[in-house]
Structures are given as structure tokens and as C-alpha cells.
Antibody, heavy 118, light 109 residues
């Protein structure tokens, strides 16, 4: 049974930093590509970042490029999203999701809420 | 950037009826088109990937079709649990960028 469990969300001031975690089970994490996708309150879905199965190659949405970093710890089967220079528009529920064939997202966590506010 | 436009914004139907949801891309998309279902307070769930392939455990009443810039998700006979928001999603060629449509809400009439 696949489980993705996000944590690390909370309230942070503009310009601040936060690190999200996504603990996984039921998947072969070391050979899985992984994504972060976010959803602002009452809004649609926005892809944020992608870490390929090699654990090294990364891709980012233009809206977060240079501010967010996706990474993983294979020994802990955990995906991370380091978020710096946070802005009000980064306020959202952040989901981690497993990559399917580099075209879609087949398993999702329950999400963690990040609120950027002074 | 490829923009996905979903229509209609809201679809009001009764259980047992057929639902047809549209997703139009601003430019031609390869076969990398997926559909998701999201219920209030829940994460999205993958229904269809690569235009017409049903994801694991998805009932046969869900089907996807289309090519080029026009894609369709069809629910052949709505069940009570199908009332939700549906999103389409595509991936650009390379480097990969993933974009979603704005969603279609299927509500009970």
C-alpha cells in the first residue's frame, strides 16, 4: 500500500524559509521520480518541482525557480522541499506526488498547508 | 507555456447521466494528457494518463479520448461518488513543465 505523508507546513513571515518533508512507504523510492504540487486556497493545482528518479536532475516552475529546492534522502525514503524567500503568493497546500512515466502523478499525499503572512 | 482551458466550468447532472468534460490546449500537446478527480478536503486522484489509459483501480465508466489540442473525459453513467472537481494536466516536451486546467466541477442537479 502506497503512502505519502507530508509534514513541515505552518505559518511563516514573508521572506522566511520553511522545509517540507514527504515520508514514503510502499514504493521503490530510490528509483521513483517525485514531484511537489501546490494548491492555493480555493484555487486550482500548480506544479512546483520535479526530482527525476536519478535523484539528481531537477526541474522547477518559473514561479519558484531560484527560491525552492527539491531533494531526497534515499535512506529515509523521504522527499524534501526547501522553500526560501517566501512570498504571500506561495500560500497553499503542498502535495508530494509520485511520478508516473514522467507524464503524470499517480500517488499523492494528503498535503501540508503553508501560510505566508506577517 | 501551454495553457489548458476546461469547459464547462460547472456541469449539473443527475446520477446515471453521462458526463462529458472538455480540455483544450493552447497548442498541440503530445499524448501526455492526464485527468484527475478531487473531492473537498482530499488530494487529487489520477484517473486517466497518456490520454486514454485508466489508472490502477479506476472504474471502466471513466474514459479519455482526444488528440492534438482537444481532449475529453467521459463518465458514462454518473455514480453518487463521482460528483467532484476534475482537472486535466499536460506535460511539455523537454525540459518538462506540467500545467493543469482550471477544473470542471461536476455537481448534482
Amino acid at each position: 500500500q502506497v503512502q505519502l505523508v507530508e509534514s513541515g507546513g505552518g505559518v511563516v513571515q514573508p521572506g522566511g524559509s520553511l522545509r517540507l518533508s514527504c515520508e514514503t512507504s510502499g514504493i521503490t523510492f530510490s528509483i521513483s521520480g517525485m514531484h511537489w504540487v501546490r494548491q492555493a486556497p480555493g484555487k486550482g493545482l500548480e506544479w512546483v518541482a520535479f526530482l527525476r528518479h536519478d535523484g539528481v536532475t531537477t526541474y522547477y516552475a518559473d514561479s519558484v525557480k531560484g527560491r525552492f529546492t527539491i531533494s531526497r534522502d534515499t535512506s529515509k525514503k523521504t522527499l524534501y522541499l526547501q522553500m526560501n524567500s517566501l512570498r504571500a503568493e506561495d500560500t497553499a497546500v503542498y502535495y508530494c506526488a509520485k511520478d508516473k512515466k514522467t507524464t503524470s502523478f499517480d500517488y499523492w499525499g494528503q498535503g501540508t498547508l503553508v501560510t505566508v503572512s506577517s | 507555456e501551454i495553457v489548458l482551458t476546461q469547459s464547462p466550468a460547472t456541469l449539473s447532472l443527475s446520477p446515471g447521466e453521462r458526463a462529458t468534460l472538455s480540455c483544450r490546449a493552447s497548442q498541440s500537446v503530445d499524448s501526455y494528457l492526464a485527468w484527475y478527480q478531487q473531492k473537498p478536503g482530499q488530494a487529487p486522484r489520477l484517473l486517466i494518463y497518456d490520454v486514454f489509459n485508466r489508472a490502477t483501480g479506476i472504474p471502466a465508466r471513466f474514459s479519455g479520448s482526444g488528440s492534438g489540442t482537444d481532449f475529453t473525459l467521459t463518465i458514462s453513467s454518473l455514480e453518487p461518488e463521482d460528483f467532484a472537481i476534475y482537472y486535466c494536466q499536460q506535460r511539455t516536451n523537454w525540459p518538462p513543465e506540467f500545467t493543469f486546467g482550471q477544473g470542471t466541477k461536476v455537481e448534482i442537479k
